[in-house]
């Protein structure tokens, strides 16, 4: 049941943790400004934060709904039903692709009223629209991407295990660490049954980063916290489906306790901008300084920050 609060709940999450460390300024605007922005008496300046964390840009928006129809062909299958072909999720995402670009021109103000129902992109929000250029490379991507989530070792491990254990399909998790809600989002999780192991598939769509294997280590700590699987048994496998390489890793317990500790400080370094913390009452906006770099002409606040 939703309930009103003036403040949101303090929570941790990986991509929490880099947008605070990319801007502050722009982690105010995303996990307190847009706070009860969605409330129809809200104040403009909340409605307008909560707008603006909606926007997607296309690499973004290709990224989710990739990663929602990927979700729904493992759904399909594990509950028995039709499987799409390639040119199908091809088809579904390219739809959903023209109608954010619908919103965004032609239901502008629809999206104004209501930013979570209808879309908004980046390109077209704060640029001249999307280049034909722009256009032919979100179409060459989604083709790879699908045609290599066929082939990936993942999903032939679906059809081929004859045992195999499904733990989570993408989902939002959370855990507990010394008293704080984690969120941990696990695309596809399972026990190959014949090697007593269990793999957390993570579907980049992306470049391949150093991140990549950090972020690995949040789900690894979540499995071995949560489900008391040892970290020996866990293999943390990307799948880079715009190359159609992955690449596997075991972590070691120091590098588990790693990630812990980075967590604890990124909580530490967080709860410095609380007035109240109990409440997750923030400071004053003029506390979250900006920090100004190339990534501004990407963020979605800039127009708050005339940067
Ligand atoms: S535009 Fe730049 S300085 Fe402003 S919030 Fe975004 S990242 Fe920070």
Known sequence: MYVYRDYPEFSWSNSRHKTFLECVRKYYHQYYESHNGWEYQAPEENKAAYRLKNIKNIPILLGDEIHKVIDQQLKNFLNGKRLFTESEMVDLVTRNLNKAYLDSTKFRQHWFQKPKRYQ????????????????????????????????????????????????????????????????????????????????????????????????????????????????????????????????????????????????????????????????????????????????????NFKEKCEV
């Not at 640029?127 to 989604?142: M, Q, R």
């Not at 070691?252 to 009452?281: C, V, W």
Request: charged residues 25%; contains cysteine.
């Open 120 to 299: 908004m992109l980046h390109e077209i929000y704060y640029g001249n629209g999307l280049s034909p250029d722009e256009i032919t490379s979100a179409k060459t991507k989604l083709r790879l991407c699908v045609n290599n989530f066929f082939r990936s070792k993942t999903y032939q491990d679906v059809f081929n295990k004859l045992e195999m254990h499904v733990l989570h399909s993408e989902d939002f998790q959370t855990f507990e660490v010394n008293g704080v809600d984690v969120f941990v989002v696990l695309d596809f999780v399972y026990k190959d049954v014949s090697q007593e192991k269990w793999i957390v598939a993570d579907w980049k769509t992306g470049k391949e980063s150093e991140d990549d294997r950090k972020q690995l280590a949040f789900y690894a700590l979540f499995l071995s916290q949560q489900h008391h699987i040892p970290i020996e048994d866990i293999i943390l496998r990307n799948e880079y489906l715009l190359t159609g390489k992955n690449q596997e890793y075991k972590l070691t317990q120091f590098e588990i306790d790693a990630a812990q500790t980075l967590m604890n400080e990124s909580i530490y370094h967080m709860l410095g901008y609380l007035e109240n913390p109990a409440r997750n009452k923030p400071v004053a906006i003029g506390h979250f300084e900006k920090n100004p770099s190339n990534k501004c002409q990407r963020c």
